[in-house]
């Protein structure tokens, strides 16, 4: 058994290079290789979920101003119907008020003309009761006098 382990000893001791060659490959590589290996894929995430993330911030972004902008068109828009109403509405009131105008003048000139006519047929009447008295009175001379008119 001791020469399994002079034998086990001498292995170890002949290892022991290789180890340490292992072990310095392994640190060289890590500090040579893979960290900068690191940095730059750690490098290409950022870059590219930073990428990702300002899209996604981007279209966010985008999608709020266009609801911003939807939202204020809708708005500018009712504000126009709401002017057109008015205006509308006032133009209904300037129609209504020019037409009860319209009325009032044209009842003022129908009442005019009924005064003028009742004038005229009151004229009229008083000058047929005068004519009516002249002639019955030509007549009744007439006939007293036997005389043809």
């Known amino acids: 058994m001791e020469e399994t382990l002079q034998a086990l000893g001498g292995l170890l001791v002949q290892a022991i290079p290789t180890f340490l060659i292992v072990l310095l490959l392994y640190f060289y590589l890590k500090l040579m290789y893979f960290r900068p290996l690191e940095r730059v894929l750690a490098a290409r995430y950022e870059a590219t979920e930073g990428a990702r993330k300002r899209a996604e911030e981007s279209l966010v972004r985008a999608s709020a101003k ?84």
Do not use: C, M, W
């Open 66 to 149: 266009a609801a911003e902008y939807d939202a204020s068109l809708s708005a500018a828009k009712a504000e126009i119907y709401r002017e057109q109403e008015a205006f509308h509405q006032s133009l209904r009131q300037e129609q209504a008020q020019a037409v009860e105008e319209a009325r009032q003048s044209a009842a003022a000139v129908v009442r005019e003309g009924n005064r003028h006519l009742e004038a005229e047929l009151a004229a009229a009447q008083e000058s047929l009761r005068q004519s009516a008295s002249t002639l019955a009175d030509q007549i009744a001379e007439s006939i007293l006098r036997r005389r043809p008119i």
